[in-house]
């Protein structure tokens, strides 16, 4: 349980100078399940972008162990819901890292994708096009790609937004059976009640890491506030980040520049670190 | 009926010959057109065409009426607004279809001036409207070259192709290919325009390319068998194009075009997916899911 699956060593994650993850360390252990919470635009998507390796971090490394495969789940808003495909030709692409473009389907991986798309409540929804599939029904065949990439590491961006009760459950049901298998799941949450009961472990995220650990702990009304009060705007004069002080980009502004987020640069792990902002 | 259909493709070699070469056009550019379209991007193909005239006429004011010259030229006009439009919604904040359209404006604005330094409006209005009927045995190689390496491009790189349009992100995930794809994707748009201002002009080889498209999206929710449907109509347009203008002394690249557009018109009135028809007949029986 106590080996590392993801590691994050001073990770600084942003678009164009401006920072949307500043300076998070920790590890993500092979075989836990992890809410990532925080207000929009905390920086929860850009993480995970991070860990799948679409988003070059600014400073800072995300290590993923060698061998591990990673299956990434965009938020449903990323994806082309009117393009004219059918049910099946979304879980097929799921077998991509095996079978790269020009690999033929086997017999196995079609088999595969009929217990996938059965796993998830869709058997027989095979040649159904996707654009007639309501939100719910979408996301249980986008799990079903996830089924199919037979990744060890997992991550779900967003999965249960604006998603029924019903299939909330189900796909929870799913993960759960993930973390049973002694996979390693991350999953971006904003139902506070749904991780404290799902997730043993969360990591709270305002820009910056406010608390992560067991969810009991990181969950608290204090850590709570200090994640509300995070500069949300974007502010194309915030300071540069007093721990970049020295590099190229920030070297003309003066040392002991007020620091605009705080003592966020002392970081304890994976322990909670609670502060008041 | 001989006569009226096929006696003037046996009979005469201009006929045979721009045949021949608008059927190799839609062959290619059709499938393209499909790709543009389910990628939003379908207004973006009538700005590469206006973008290709200044490489066009380049090579026109150097070396004249040539296919060679005028060929490389349109490709590395094309290029250079595809990339240029590209770098400036990747690198500032502005996004592609305003910086295509500010690209495709310098673009034309160029090419008119270069057109217009030397040689007269006829000139122009080959480049701009092309003349099927006048392919000699150069443009027709240059038409196949052009449908072979989109057919082979289109096939090696399909799940790609497909992936990138639908979730950009995941292919990202699981493979490099994303960003690789998307330009070779637009060389083949400016690819097949350049091949197609030989035969119907940079203005309405667009035409070929997207009407067809559009028509076939009102019959079919599946990409392949929109491509293959795509194809069909725009052959379809190319026969009835050239008979229109052999029998009616009309010019043939408009009349190619206009058949397109005439299915078109008909498909978004008719077609069984999402057609105006379709939407507002109220049946008396529905199902129950």
Sequence with gaps: ????AITFSDLTLGYNSHAAVHHLNGVVEAGSLTAVVGANGSGKSTLMKAVAGLLKPMSGKCRVEAGRRI?????????????????????????????????RTAARDRALIGEALAAVGLAGFEKRPI?????????????????????????LDEPFNAIDAKTVADLIALIRGWHGKGLTVMVVAHDLDLVRTTFPQALLLARRPVAWGETAKVLTPETLRTARNFEEAWNDDAPWCAADNGSARASHEPHGHPHHHGAAHDHARPAPMARAG | MYDLLISPFVEFGF????????????????????????RRMSLAGDAMAHAILPGAAAGFLLFGLE???????????????????????????????????????????????????????????HILFGSVLSLDDAALSLLAGIAVVTLACLFVFWR???????????????????????????GLVVLNLVGGFQALGTLLSVGLMMLPAAAARFWTGRVVTMCGLAVAIGIAACLSGLLVSYHAGLPSGPAIVLSAGVVYLASALLGTRGALVARFARPHRHRTA
């Excluded at chain 2, 979730?167 to 070779?184: E, Q, W, Y």
Aim: glycine share 8%; aromatic share 6%; with cysteine.
């Design chain 2, 15 to 38: 006929m045979q010959r721009a045949l021949a070469g608008s059927l190799l056009l839609a062959v290619a550019a059709c499938p393209i057109g499909v790709f543009l379209m389910l």
């Design chain 2, 67 to 125: 296919l060679v010259p005028m060929t490389i030229g349109g490709l590395i006009a094309g290029a250079v607004v595809a990339v240029g439009a590209g770098a400036v919604a990747r690198f500032t904040a502005q996004k592609e279809d305003a910086s295509m359209a500010a690209f495709y404006l310098i673009s034309l604005a160029l090419g008119v001036m270069m057109v217009s330094l030397r040689g007269s409006s006829v000139d122009l209005l």
């Design chain 2, 160 to 186: 790609a192709l497909v992936a990138e349009c639908l979730d950009p992100l995941f292919l990202r995930s699981v493979s490099r290919l994303g960003p690789p794809v998307h330009f070779l994707f637009l």
């Design chain 1, 131 to 155: 654009d007639t599939l309501s939100g719910g029904q979408f996301q249980r065949a986008l799990f079903a790609r996830v089924l199919v990439q037979e990744a060890d590491i997992i991550l």
């Design chain 1, 71 to 103: 299956a990434y789940l965009p938020q449903q808003s990323e994806l082309d819901r009117s393009f004219p495909v059918r049910v099946v030709d979304i879980v097929d692409m799921g077998l991509w890292p095996r079978r790269g473009l020009l690999g």
């Design chain 1, 1 to 4: 349980m106590s080996d590392a």
